[in-house]
């Protein structure tokens, strides 16, 4: 893959703070925010977007007089491809960038392309799960498939990728470090994603969220590689935090965090009534649940194992409360059913 300037270039906004911002595209979900500062020693970056994106982020650091060599620090806030994948490309051409991210993400991530492949098999046993029927089933697999088969085929165009995930500084939950002259701390936030860290700007009391909140909207993987009990832990511990502004990885900023915070929290306890309220009024499978809570336009577009897992969250936590049953049946279909 060659880094060439693109034909559209991202704007690199100031967002206030000594912030910017810059909305890269990507084929997946919604497009990325890459946040940076301009400190004493370069750029520091939050997350640096998907791997396909690196042109564009070239692109956009140059209409500011700026180029890789420029960057120093780059925080990952979590492993999912469409934040870190690029730096699979990135650390061959920004040689003096220091990464950082949560502990034991890089041994637990290791070879990323064969840490996606076990994501991309986590992804098709949702799948199967939730669609009994075989066309329907056979369909959603091969548009799963090509999406993958995009993102491999993109690293393998490229001579200079290396698939082991570089981590260099490791960061734990309540550290502290300063980055080119500006102090952040690092909060552990999992819930969405098990290694998934948010920075705090303790100055200006930004947090960045990552994927914790997008709107007033929740992304739980379930069993891939997310927990809804951290995530309601995590939602907790966040209200007590001295939040001033709240920027997420994805769409515009929260403008008022602990009010969009709190309503996450009622969300989920009425998706939660919604499928108990569905399944009394008889057996139900995790399609027809998954589009009740949050509706059937979900089909279009990456969201579709994200939905599904957010459900699925909640299936889970309900057998475990011992007050729904699966019923397994051929091909990993399921069928839920409440407890009387």
Known sequence: MKVTIPKRIPDMEDIGDGVFKIILPQPFYAPNNIYLYQGNDGLTLIDSGYIESVPMLQASLKTKGFSFKDIRHIIYTHNHLDHISSSLVLKSYAKNVTYYGYRSMADGVGNYLESMMLFEEATEDLFHKAFGEKEELNRILEE??????????????????????????????????????????????????????????????????????????????????????????????????????????????????????????????????????????????????????????????????????????????LVLEGQIRIEKRENGYEIFHIVN
């Open 144 to 317: 799963s498939r090509k999406g993958w088969r995009q993102f491999y085929s993109k690293f393998s165009e490229t001579k200079k990728g290396d698939p082991v995930l570089r981590i260099d500084v490791a960061i734990d939950h309540n550290d502290s470090l300063e980055l080119g002259g500006r102090l952040f701390r690092f909060l552990h936030t999992p819930g969405h994603n098990l290694y998934h860290i948010t920075p705090v700007d303790p100055s200006t009391g930004i947090y960045f969220s990552g994927d914790l909140i997008i709107a007033n909207l929740t992304a739980i993987y379930s069993e891939m590689d997310g927990s809804l009990g951290d995530y309601y832990f995590t939602l907790s511990k966040l209200l007590e935090e001295p939040i001033k502004r709240m920027l997420p990885a994805h769409g515009s900023e929260i403008e008022d965090p602990k009010k969009t915070i709190t309503l996450v929290k009622k969300t989920l306890s009425i998706l939660e009534k919604g499928v108990l309220r569905r399944l009394r009024e008889g057996e139900s499978d995790l399609k027809v649940l998954m589009e009740a809570a949050i509706g059937k336009k979900v089909h279009n577009g990456g969201h579709l194992p994200t939905a599904l897992g957010l459900v699925y969250s909640i299936i889970q936590k």
